[in-house]
């Protein structure tokens, strides 16, 4: 059980364009989802953190109007990233926690390439 | 504000050999994590420590965790081939961050003959 799911594996999309990631928890519901973002060679870095039916909260320097977030569901979070430009290119990984879980579970990562 | 240090940032090891990564944070938490990452893919979860004293292990990787000291510790008993990766600690934030998970740097595993 517990597994997390996202959408694509990895995309390439032109600058100035925007483009969706998916995240689902695909055998339970997750009270919290967390998006991270990972640049090569790098740790990860918490983005944002979205709880179902309310407003992600950003971490500090993170822009919410270029990265959106919604949570619309127990089992669904997507992350759109707007008007996208080559210094986004990056490793996005979202993980997702139940209430009672000692821990979040990964998903398996986006790669998004902005040409 | 969470600081979390990894050290040493990369390791060669030699096969057989035994290692210790270290994994320093900088206020109280009695949440740590440690994962393993392969190139290219997401994290793979290998320790939750959860309270202090904690220790576990699976195969040749073991963690601890002392809350006192701040510390947690990832020891590799006789090095294989397969243990090359990065492997990553993270600690929770307190009550006020209930899952945000902030990262150490990261350590660089590289295993040769």
């Known amino acids: 059980g517990a597994v997390v799911s996202q959408h694509p594996s990895w995309v390439i999309c032109k600058s100035g364009t925007s483009v969706k990631i998916e995240c689902r928890s695909l055998d339970f519901q997750a009270t919290t989802m967390f998006w991270y973002r990972q640049f090569p060679k790098q740790s990860l870095m918490l983005m944002a953190t979205s709880n179902e039916g309310s407003k992600a909260t950003y971490e500090q320097g993170v822009e919410k109007d270029k990265f959106l977030i919604n949570h619309a569901s127990l089992t669904l979070s997507t992350l759109t990233v707007t008007s996208a430009h080559p210094e986004d290119s990056s490793f996005y990984i979202c993980?997702?926690?139940?209430?009672?879980?000692?821990?979040?579970?990964f998903g398996q990562g986006t790669r998004l390439t902005v040409v | 504000e969470l600081k979390v240090e990894q050290n040493p940032l990369f390791l060669s090891m030699q096969e057989g050999k035994n290692y210790t990564i270290y994994c320093n944070y900088s206020t109280t938490s009695d949440r740590l994590y440690w994962y393993r990452q392969d190139p290219g893919k997401s994290l793979e979860s290998l320790f939750v420590l959860l309270s202090n004293g904690a220790v576990k292990q699976e195969g040749r990787l073991m963690a601890s965790l002392d809350t006192k000291a701040r510390l947690s510790t990832l020891h590799i008993t006789a090095a294989v081939h397969d243990l090359s990766a990065t492997y990553f600690c993270a600690v929770e934030g307190a009550t006020d961050s209930w899952g945000k998970l902030q990262f150490g740097a990261g350590t660089q595993v590289v295993v040769t003959p």
């Open positions: 993980s997702a926690r139940r209430g009672g879980d000692t821990e979040a579970f």
